[in-house]
């Protein structure tokens, strides 16, 4: 094991295990103090009691914790697993947040496209009343489901840029690359030369949000596919990099 002069840390083991039997308080064996010390980093609609992500306050050091329970006729066994992430673990573990991120991003986009299409059909479509109404409630739902995904998408950045920035760095320099490499690309394909014009002009002002969102700012950004169109392809690229 490698020696950390960290105050914390060098009072952890690279895995450390609780036990707790009920009704014999004299075999529990409880993790040591310092493992309170650590910091959870909050992922919303995770088990935490069954499983999270500690970080130290003082090293960023990650590790994992995991609790499990197990009854027996003459009382119930709790054990506690507490494990030091290596660098590489650690980078997967960003890289899988990244890309759950992205999903709900994507979701979002996407539920904001059908709303704005059913918007469109109810302009332009010339719709009987019995169509319109019914596309007017589909175009509701479609807003209403978009704008919980983006809270919830709000709430989990923030809670990132307190406990784990490194996700959002991962996602956001995915993001970046992607509208650098389409920046400096002869051409970005488009269906004329128009086309072309607009997609330098997204990618242009889509790069700058991607570059402040590890730090502050709104979570979601959309991404303009009409005008982008291998964008996606592209991303998947860079958040699969292994
Ligand atoms: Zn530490």
């Not at 709900?104 to 918007?119: F, M, T, V, Y």
Request: charged fraction near 20%.
């Amino acid at each position: 094991m490698t020696h950390t002069p960290c105050p914390i840390c060098s009072q952890l083991k690279d895995v450390e295990t609780s036990f707790y039997k009920y009704g014999w308080p004299e075999h529990d064996s409880p993790l040591p103090a310092a493992a309170a010390s650590l910091v959870i980093v909050d992922v919303i609609g995770e088990d935490r009691e069954r499983f999270h992500l500690r970080r130290c306050p003082s090293c960023a050091s990650l590790y994992t914790y995991q609790f499990s329970y197990d009854y027996y006729v003459n009382g119930s066994e709790d054990e506690e697993v507490l494990t030091r992430l290596a660098p590489a673990e650690a980078l997967t573990y960003f890289r899988q947040h990244a890309q759950q991120l992205e999903a709900l991003r994507q979701e979002i986009d996407n539920l904001q496209g059908a709303a704005g299409s059913l918007g469109d059909y109810l302009d332009r479509g010339c719709p009987s009343p019995a169509e319109a109404e019914a596309s007017f409630e589909q175009m509701q739902a479609h807003r209403q489901a978009a704008d919980l995904a983006r809270q919830r998408l709000q709430a989990q950045v923030d809670a990132f840029r307190q406990t784990c920035p490194e996700i959002l760095q991962v996602w956001a320099e995915a993001h970046s690359r992607v509208c650098q490499s389409l920046l400096a690309a002869d051409s970005i394909p488009g269906a004329s030369p128009l086309d072309e014009d607009v997609a330098r002009y997204v990618a242009q002002s889509t790069l700058p949000a991607w570059q402040a969102l590890p730090q502050a700012g709104e979570a979601f950004i959309a991404i303009n596919t009409a005008y982008l169109s291998d964008y996606l392809e592209r991303l998947q690229a860079e958040l699969t990099i292994g």
